[in-house]
């Protein structure tokens, strides 16, 4: 019993000594990932810790476990709706982008570092590909809301790209210890990589949706159930020979998407056993490592890392996406945002478990990847976004919600803000709440520890704690309405999209008549069919282009369609008609 109180007792000061250090992570702009990582090196055999722990199968089976856990919860989040305009990029960036920049970064590897073109491959597949856990994580704590095109593609594509990965490094370590893979052999592993994972995903996502609407349980149970048939799943697909890491986000997408008992309460206990699965893992990888053997090997493996993130990626990237017709803004930002995270470093324990010579110096190469990635490019995701205008304006989170789910409607939620001081809605009735769109039913005002009800002669007070039932569409009004002012990090919606906002289905010969610009296509075509006809591709939330010398900036979509537009003067010089920006 005393080992494993000794555990209990190292583990939970490891965790609390990370989650306290994670205050200095919005001071110094250091991703809170690094830190986990940061305090298991402190703690391992070459810091003050002294800790000695070398048990790389644990490692492997915790790393695994806890990226099920990660992926699953990150196929809840993602919105099928997202496919519309990111599923092929993602697709194509998680398939041959990651073998472009295997090759690439291999072939920079077996370079520099004077190893066999197989060896240095398996570096290239070992960090080929982006972490779901430092994609998802830095993506929503960055304080920043990307346009649709760029967030959905970037968290597709770390969610979809690990079985590629797996797939290579599998089939480099087989050519290593016997050269006897034929390209037959190839294919059909994998095949069997994506296509049972695949299967696998939609079918067991669709028992799990099944088996959470037979079974009443209590609330507190629901993210209970999700888990463990997630990790049920995980492990029933990878003895099929599939991937298991695509089974579980692809069923996690598909029960997301789904009306679900208690969603919000499952999200939140989900998101917390997500960050769990992150602190753990990175804890125990910290240990693992050893960096007075890294230290000495710096001048070699840095290199590496550098290579990756300003040649490898980017190459892949612009090989991929151009033919999309992705800007060459958002290009350069899907470059950089290529994370690298756990996901590497559990490949890297693929030829330590094999046996393979060069196995260590492999290890530490996908540490120092892992660790310049955290710390140049998480550190600076929010910056560059704003830099390359790829971001769009946020809006504050409500005090609290709750959702309302029917299958035969919308999904409502219940929600609560706080009025602040100069919020747009102070001395505005509670009746007359300015929503240009969807309808939002104010349920009452507590004030003052009373409760109000709605009616004409009530308006609102700052510090009016307002509770309200509306669509999720209209939350980011909501958030705007509600809010004193925006953050420095946060795009102010005015000074993006415009003063004024009109509809997507106005006559694009009155609005040029408005504009006072020359016609740019038929009198009678909507404003919505010629932004999309200009775009030549689906349009998303901040996709801008111009009329004359006035800025259009699509504002919302629904079910695809384009229903408002802002409308904004230029702050420069006049523009072309039809240009894009």
């Known amino acids: 019993m005393t080992d494993v109180n000794t555990l ?44 000695i722990f070398n048990d790389f199968d644990l490692s492997f089976t915790v790393g695994n476990l806890a990226l099920a856990v990660i992926l ?6 993602t919105k099928i709706a997202t496919f519309r305009v990111a599923l092929r990029p993602a697709l194509l960036l998680a398939t041959l982008g990651v073998a472009l920049t295997a090759g690439i970064t291999g072939g920079f590897a077996a370079w520099i570092l004077q190893l066999p073109l197989l060896y240095g491959f398996l570096i290239g597949s070992i960090v080929g590909s982006t972490d779901a856990a430092a994609v998802f994580a830095l993506l929503r704590s960055s304080g920043i809301r990307l346009n649709e095109r760029v967030g959905a593609t970037l968290e597709i594509e770390s969610g979809m790209n690990d079985p590629m990965a797996i797939f290579l490094v599998i089939m480099l370590i087989a050519m290593v210890q016997s050269g006897a893979v034929t390209v037959g052999m190839m294919v059909m592993e994998f095949i069997r990589q994506f296509g049972i994972g695949l299967l696998a995903g939609v079918a067991g996502g669709w028992l799990i949706w099944r088996l959470t609407r037979r079974l009443l349980l209590p609330e507190s149970l629901h993210p209970l159930l999700l888990l463990g048939s997630a990790l049920a799943l995980f492990g029933a697909t990878a003895k099929l020979g599939g991937s298991g890491f695509l089974a579980v986000y692809c069923a996690g997408m598909l029960i997301g998407n789904r009306p679900m008992q208690a969603r919000d309460h499952n999200l939140h206990v989900l998101d917390g056993m997500a960050w769990l699965a992150q602190a753990s893992m990175f804890l125990l990888l910290g240990l693992l490592s050893t960096p007075s053997r890294l230290l000495p090997e710096l001048p070699l493996l840095l290199p590496i890392a550098l290579f990756l993130m300003l040649v490898a990626r980017p190459l892949s990237v612009m090989l991929c996406l151009p033919w999309l017709r992705f800007r060459w803004r958002e290009m350069v930002f899907i470059s950089w ?50 830099k390359l205008k790829v971001d769009i304006p946020g809006y504050p989170d409500p005090l609290s919600q709750h959702g309302l789910h029917d299958a035969d409607t919308q999904d409502w939620q219940l929600l609560q803000y706080r009025v602040a001081e100069h919020a747009d809605v102070v001395d505005v009735a509670s009746t007359e709440l300015p929503i240009r769109h969807g309808v939002v039913e104010v349920l009452g005002v507590w004030r ?70 020359s016609l740019p296509g038929p009198e009678d075509q909507t404003l919505a069919e010629w932004i999309r006809h200009a775009l030549h591709r689906p349009a998303v939330v901040g996709d801008q282009i111009a009329l004359g010398r006035v800025w259009l900036t699509v504002h919302a979509i629904e079910q695809g369609q384009i229903t408002s537009v802002g409308l904004k003067l230029p702050a420069g010089s006049a523009s072309e008609t039809g240009s894009q920006r």
């Not at 699953?72 to 989040?77: E, K, V």
């Open 8 to 51: 209990a007792l190292l583990f939970g000061a490891l965790l609390l000594t990370a989650m306290v250090a994670t205050s200095l992570t919005k001071r110094l702009g250091m991703p809170l990932l690094l830190v986990f990582l940061g305090v298991g090196m402190l703690a391992g055999d070459s810091g003050p810790g002294g800790l």
């Open 72 to 77: 699953f919860d990150g196929g809840l989040r």
């Open 337 to 386: 945002v290529g994370l690298r995270g756990a996901v590497p470093i559990v490949l890297a324990v693929f030829p330590l478990l094999a046996g393979l010579d060069h196995a260590l110096l492999m290890f530490d190469a996908a540490l120092a990847v892992v660790v310049c990635s955290l710390l140049i490019q998480g550190s600076t995701l929010g910056w560059l976004a704003r």
């Open 448 to 517: 003052q520890g009373m409760l109000l009800h709605r009616e004409a002669g009530l308006r609102f007070r700052p510090g009016d704690l307002v509770l309200l039932a509306a669509a999720d569409a209209d939350m980011a009004e909501l958030g705007d309405h509600f809010a004193a002012s925006h953050s420095e990090a946060t795009l102010p919606a005015t000074r993006f999209f415009g003063e004024f906002y009109l509809h997507g289905d106005a006559e694009l010969g009155e609005v040029s008549l408005f504009c006072g610009c």
